[in-house]
């Protein structure tokens, strides 16, 4: 399926097929959904798909960390080791626990929930080399996944090369799984 014309972060543009996965246009983020400033952010990806059935976003958490990507626990835990030389908490990857409801101040594996609606949950980590927020929110049937980061230091800047890279992969790959899930 084409996709029309869509635009990254940095005025890039993206036309083509992305397994029914879209990169929407990021003119118009809800500000809420975002970990500060947007002149202040070092990364910003949103990724959505239309989904057959409209799901709430802790529905959709639920389900794409049942079954998370096969790597994702190598990758946390090299994140995991390498992070740790610089002073970095561990984070430890994703455990798989179903949750049936969530409020502020609850944990997500390792992000802390700032915010809960019946169409947004607003999930952070921040420590001494940078603050991330992933906005996992809904409008009908699609489903936005929105990431931004606010970097602190040399080693938050360096660390997200390689994970912003990853992150976009990740993240694409997610939706397309929880689709396919869902359509069957």
């Known amino acids: ?16 097929l992305i397994h029914a996965c879209q990169i929407p246009a990021m003119d118009d983020i809800n500000p809420t959904h ?9 990364y910003l990806d949103r990724r959505s798909i239309e989904l057959p059935v409209a799901i709430s976003p802790l529905e959709a958490w639920n389900l794409m960390m049942a079954q998370p990507l096969p790597l994702l626990k ?9 992070s740790a030389w610089f002073g970095v908490k561990r984070i ?11 409020q502020v101040g609850d944990h997500l594996d390792f992000f802390l929930v700032e915010g809960v609606t019946s169409d947004a949950l607003l999930l952070t980590e921040r420590d001494k ?11 009908g049937n699609r489903l936005i996944i929105t990431s931004s980061v606010v970097v602190h230091n040399g080693f938050g800047r360096a660390y997200m090369l390689p994970v912003g890279q990853a992150h976009k992969w990740v993240v694409q790959n997610m939706l397309t799984r929880l689709r396919r899930s869902l359509s069957v």
């Open 1 to 16: 399926m084409p996709l029309p014309k869509t635009h990254l972060l940095g005025g890039e543009t993206l036309v083509g």
């Open 34 to 42: 975002l970990i500060g400033p947007r002149e202040q952010l070092a």
């Open 74 to 82: 190598a990758a946390f835990w090299l994140r995991d080791a390498i």
């Open 92 to 102: 430890g990857g994703f455990t798989r626990q179903h949750r049936a409801s969530v």
């Open 129 to 139: 080399h940078l603050d991330v927020m992933t906005c996992i929110s809904t409008q």
